[in-house]
């Protein structure tokens, strides 16, 4: 027997060994791959992935999204404050199944590709606007009734400690997406202050405004970006609307020509 046969075919059990190994990291990764896209089939409910793309969404949740009037406000109505601060406010959907467990997926599940159905939606309802801003002029509605996209699109930065304990920003998904869908850049002008506390408590508009208000800042060098520009400002969920009435203001006194609220849900 060749005494060096064993050692020959050492390194080659090693190497099929080594083979096996990787082979079955690549399976395992593109299993874990494939699961962070389609985690559990359609984004909302759950069902099977195949009717799901490309939206994330089963046919049954894509045709049960709540989409609410163009150019009304929620009822909630915050954005009676907001109306001095934004040239128009565009609010998607309202916050109901299937939008809630959506939101509530990218928000504190981790699941990013949440924010694609959901940007989709707001890109559809901005278009939405615009065709029905052209058509209200062509019918001699006079120039109040314009709107056009934004030119550049600024998310509400979340504060940096919460970002750190969600890991991660989900503003910063959801603004990427829309960005795809509506061929305008992203600026990230603003950063906070402080944290804010949330809002879901029993506060007047007036407090919560206060507690916001110069909660955000514009960056070194994001004034000349802003300055004379319509600015999109992007947010998931507008409630009392002084979160993003406060942003506007920051980005008003940076010198932003207008500002517009893009949102994906709110009450009403
Ligand atoms: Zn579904």
Same mark, same amino acid.
């Given at each position: 027997?060749?005494?060096?046969?064993?050692?020959?075919?050492?390194?080659?059990?090693?190497?099929?060994?080594?083979?096996?190994?990787?082979?079955?990291?690549?399976?395992?990764?593109?299993?874990?791959?494939? *699961?962070?896209?389609?985690? %559990? $089939?359609?984004?909302?409910?759950?069902?099977?992935?195949?009717? *799901?793309?490309?939206?994330?969404?089963?046919?049954?949740?894509?045709?049960?999204?709540?989409?609410?009037?163009?150019?009304?406000?929620?009822?909630?109505?915050?954005?009676?404050?907001?109306?001095?601060?934004?040239?128009? @406010?565009?609010? *998607?959907?309202?916050?109901?199944?299937?939008?809630?467990?959506?939101?509530?997926?990218? #928000?504190? +599940? +981790?699941?990013?590709?949440?924010?694609?159905?959901?940007? %989709?939606?707001?890109?559809?309802? @901005?278009?939405?606007?615009? %065709? /029905?801003? /052209?058509?209200?002029?062509?019918?001699?509605?006079?120039?109040?009734?314009?709107?056009?996209?934004?030119?550049?699109?600024?998310?509400?930065?979340?504060?940096?400690? #919460?970002?750190?304990?969600?890991? +991660?920003?989900?503003?910063?998904?959801?603004?990427?997406?829309?960005?795809?869908?509506? +061929?305008?850049?992203?600026?990230?002008?603003? #950063?906070?202050?402080?944290?804010?506390? *949330? %809002?879901?408590?029993?506060?007047?508009?007036?407090?919560?405004?206060? /507690?916001?208000?110069?909660?955000?800042?514009?960056?070194? $060098? $994001?004034?000349?970006?802003?300055?004379?520009?319509?600015?999109?400002? &992007?947010?998931? &969920?507008?409630?009392?609307?002084?979160?993003?009435?406060?942003?506007?203001?920051?980005?008003?006194?940076?010198?932003?020509?207008?500002?517009?609220?893009?949102?994906?849900?709110?009450?009403?």
């Amino acid at each position: 027997m060749d005494p060096t046969h064993g050692r020959a075919h050492a390194p080659r059990r090693w190497q099929a060994r080594a083979r096996a190994l990787v082979e079955a990291a690549l399976r395992a990764f593109c299993g874990e791959a494939r *699961a962070l896209l389609f985690p %559990q $089939g359609c984004l909302a409910c759950d069902a099977p992935a195949a009717a *799901a793309w490309p939206s994330g969404l089963c046919g049954g949740c894509g045709a049960a999204l709540p989409w609410r009037p163009i150019g009304s406000a929620p009822a909630e109505a915050p954005l009676e404050v907001g109306r001095r601060r934004f040239a128009a @406010v565009v609010v *998607a959907l309202r916050y109901q199944p299937p939008v809630d467990e959506l939101v509530l997926r990218l #928000k504190y +599940g +981790g699941l990013a590709v949440a924010a694609r159905p959901l940007a %989709q939606a707001l890109a559809a309802a @901005v278009e939405r606007a615009e %065709q /029905q801003a /052209q058509q209200a002029i062509a019918a001699g509605a006079g120039e109040g009734a314009s709107f056009a996209r934004p030119d550049l699109l600024v998310p509400i930065p979340m504060h940096p400690w #919460k970002r750190l304990v969600r890991g +991660g920003d989900h503003a910063d998904e959801l603004v990427e997406e829309l960005s795809a869908c509506l +061929g305008r850049p992203v600026e990230r002008l603003l #950063k906070r202050r402080r944290a804010t506390v *949330a %809002q879901g408590g029993a506060r007047s508009l007036r407090e919560r405004i206060e /507690q916001v208000h110069r909660a955000f800042a514009v960056r070194a $060098g $994001g004034a000349a970006r802003a300055r004379g520009r319509h600015i999109g400002l &992007v947010d998931d &969920v507008v409630t009392s609307g002084a979160t993003a009435a406060a942003a506007a203001f920051a980005l008003h006194r940076a010198g932003a020509a207008t500002v517009s609220l893009l949102a994906v849900a709110g009450n009403g």
